[in-house]
């Protein structure tokens, strides 16, 4: 990475299930067998048993173990401590950390906001270099609690504000209804990146738009498909980062999800299954679900030329 002029931000933990994440601690000390949505779909019990992570002083116990270990990990490439090397731009609490379930008691909330306010503390103890951030999807990952949302990112060790945008995971954009769909899911958009450009402006921190992206065109996930509506959706979103980064604005980058670069699908269903070559897209979603892969020509150009504004104004954009 630091060959190519990349940085990387680490994220250390999951609240999803697709790389053990939150619900595997918790089955480690309780013994509960892991819950797998995938398996049961049983989401409400899945975000709630993450959820329980927070307060489970083992599980607190192994996850900082494992963050001492990463972070005073020694590169074997370039043999320095992951701590002291500038190719990481942040440490990242976990991918989507939410406080819980909606309605759940209020005193969960304040579990939250203290488990991060702790957990940044922490890697700052081990590594004052590095930025911090929380991985947050917004107030969306937020329980629809703007509030909770800045209490949880006003801690003085969380260096900046992460949002995420997902207009189809949200219900708002249906890739098989486009033309009746895509303008109130450009609408929606629209308001909840401001909403946190104001949250951001409000707590004096900067921003970043970690993860945003729209599958193929009419829901299909295969390579040949087109990508009109992603094209588009992305020149629009870029457009109001720009904006805004112009103006002197808190957005100071953007990472599209995702790069799938070279990597392809193995099977007419679109499942990955080991051994398989790697897309951008987890293992439990459809490969070309979001992957930009390097045939992509349309979409690469969006986004090598909002990279080259960014780049112009001392910001940053990338996968
Ligand atoms: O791939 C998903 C990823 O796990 C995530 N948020 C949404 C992505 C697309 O569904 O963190």
């Given at each position: 990475m630091a060959r190519r002029g990349m940085k990387a931000v680490l994220y250390?933990?999951?609240?999803?299930?697709?790389?053990?994440?939150?619900?595997q601690?918790?089955?480690?000390?309780?013994?509960?067998?892991?819950?797998?949505?995938?398996?049961?779909?049983?989401?409400?019990?899945?975000?709630?048993t993450s959820a329980e992570f927070y307060r489970l002083p083992e599980a607190q116990d192994l996850y900082r173990r494992y963050l001492r270990h990463?972070?005073?990990?020694?590169?074997?490439?370039?043999?320095?401590?992951?701590?002291?090397?500038?190719t990481i731009m942040a440490w990242q609490l976990a991918n989507e950390p939410r406080p819980g379930v909606h309605g759940q008691d209020p005193a969960?909330?304040?579990?939250?906001v203290q488990w991060v306010a702790e957990t940044a503390a922490y890697i700052k103890r081990l590594d004052p270099k590095h930025l911090v951030s929380t991985g947050s999807e917004g107030s969306?990952?937020?329980?629809?609690?703007?509030?909770?949302?800045?209490?949880?990112?006003?801690?003085?060790?969380?260096?900046?504000?992460?949002v995420h945008l997902w207009i189809k995971n949200w219900s708002w954009f249906d890739a098989k209804n486009p033309e009746a769909t895509y303008?109130?899911?450009?609408?929606?958009?629209?308001?909840?990146?401001r909403e946190h450009v104001q949250a951001a402006r409000e707590l004096g921190k900067p921003l970043v738009l970690e993860e945003f992206g729209v599958e193929r065109d009419g829901g299909d996930y295969r390579i040949e498909s087109s990508t009109h509506y992603r094209d588009r959706f992305l020149t629009t979103v870029y457009a109001w980062v720009l904006e805004d980064a112009r103006g002197g604005g808190p957005?100071?980058?953007?990472?599209?999800?995702?790069?799938?670069?070279?990597?392809?699908?193995?099977?007419?269903?679109?499942?990955?299954r080991p051994g398989d070559p790697f897309t951008g897209d987890p293992p439990q979603e459809p490969?070309?679900?979001?992957?930009?892969?390097d045939i992509d020509r349309g979409t690469l150009a969006v986004i090598r030329a909002h990279a080259r504004e960014m780049n112009r104004l001392g910001r940053a954009a990338g996968p």
């Open positions: 250390l933990n999951n609240y999803w299930q697709w790389s053990g994440g939150m619900n601690y918790v089955s480690w000390v309780t013994g509960r067998p892991v819950v797998d949505p995938d398996v049961s779909g049983d989401w409400p019990r899945f975000i709630a990463i972070i005073e990990r020694r590169n074997t490439v370039n043999g320095r401590l992951y701590r002291d090397d500038p969960l909330n304040d579990v939250f969306w990952g937020s329980l629809d609690d703007m509030d909770l949302y800045k209490r949880a990112h006003r801690d003085p060790n969380v260096d900046y504000l992460t303008p109130t899911a450009v609408a929606n958009a629209e308001r909840y990146l957005f100071m980058g953007s990472n599209l999800w995702t790069w799938g670069g070279a990597g392809r699908a193995r099977h007419p269903d679109l499942v990955w490969q070309g679900l979001n992957s930009v892969f």
